[in-house]
């Protein structure tokens, strides 16, 4: 597979312009077959609601040109951005912290709670979505058995997905107006091996930093939570000099 690096639009557009753009494109792979009847794609995006949120969402807070620093997630998930289709947060956090109501239930998730009560009371919220852009290596979310699945928990899956689908967004994702010169893997472990080993082959980034993924401190680290928001502060500091150069 060939990936040719160019905007996916116009790169004087506004970047939210770019990102629903992006986004209203993205469908599940039809040619990739799920494991199982009960494993099924997340697609916020049939729902109007989710639409609207996340038009409002990216229009507050990338109606700019500025360049991003790309930060990738797994995949998105059944209470964050699985619900609202903006990244890492749920309909709470989208209340509470970015004041953007919705009629979504109001279920707390794991992942959004250490961005928006831990990281962002350290790092400021306006500060990081004017510096950063928070997308996945695999831009779909997964449910198998009404439960959050990982784009690797199946072999089978992550190999074909592996094969276009991944790279080419991506690709896609960069082209929205991201810096080739570092991005920021959430997860030190299996989805930062897998994107270190396509950046090898694709070469989409000169380095690429990693941080604990939010879901992994909030279940097993918790006692150590400060230590971990220091951790992201360190690691966006070293990327916005990465760039800066």
């Known amino acids: 597979?060939?990936?040719?690096?160019?905007?996916?639009?116009?790169?004087m557009e506004t970047m939210n312009k770019r990102i629903l753009a992006y986004l209203h494109q993205l469908e599940p792979p039809i040619d990739i077959k799920l494991p199982g009847k009960n494993t099924q794609w997340l697609y916020p995006l049939k729902n109007l609601e989710t639409c609207r949120c996340m038009e409002e969402f990216f229009s507050k807070y990338y109606s700019d040109t500025n360049e991003r620093i790309l930060v990738l997630g797994i995949n998105p998930g059944r209470f964050g951005s699985g619900i609202t289709g903006?990244?890492?947060?749920?309909?709470?956090?989208?209340?509470?912290?970015?004041n953007?109501?919705?009629?979504?239930?109001l279920k707390p998730?794991?992942?959004?709670?250490f961005i928006y009560?831990?990281?962002f009371n350290q790092y400021s919220m306006n500060d990081f979505y004017k510096k950063f852009f928070i997308g996945a290596v695999c831009p779909l979310g997964l449910e198998s058995n009404g439960r959050n699945m990982n784009y690797y928990d199946n072999k089978t899956l992550m190999n074909n997905l592996l094969e276009d689908f991944i790279p080419d967004n991506i690709e896609k994702q960069i082209n929205l107006g991201c810096s080739k010169k570092v991005a920021i893997c959430l997860g030190e472990g299996t989805n930062y091996s897998i994107l270190h080993k396509l950046n090898?082959?694709?070469?989409?980034?000169?380095?690429i930093l990693k941080v604990s993924h939010p879901r992994y401190i909030m279940q097993y680290k918790r006692q150590s939570i400060k230590d971990y928001v220091q951790q992201y502060i360190d690691t966006c500091q070293l990327a916005e000099k990465i760039v800066s150069k």
């Open 200 to 207: 090898e082959k694709y070469h989409f980034f000169e380095k």
């Open 1 to 11: 597979m060939e990936i040719k690096s160019k905007y996916f639009q116009s790169n």
């Open 109 to 113: 998730e794991l992942s959004s709670k």
């Open 86 to 98: 903006v990244p890492l947060t749920d309909p709470i956090r989208l209340k509470t912290a970015c």
């Open 117 to 119: 009560d831990y990281f």
């Open 100 to 105: 953007i109501d919705s009629n979504f239930p």
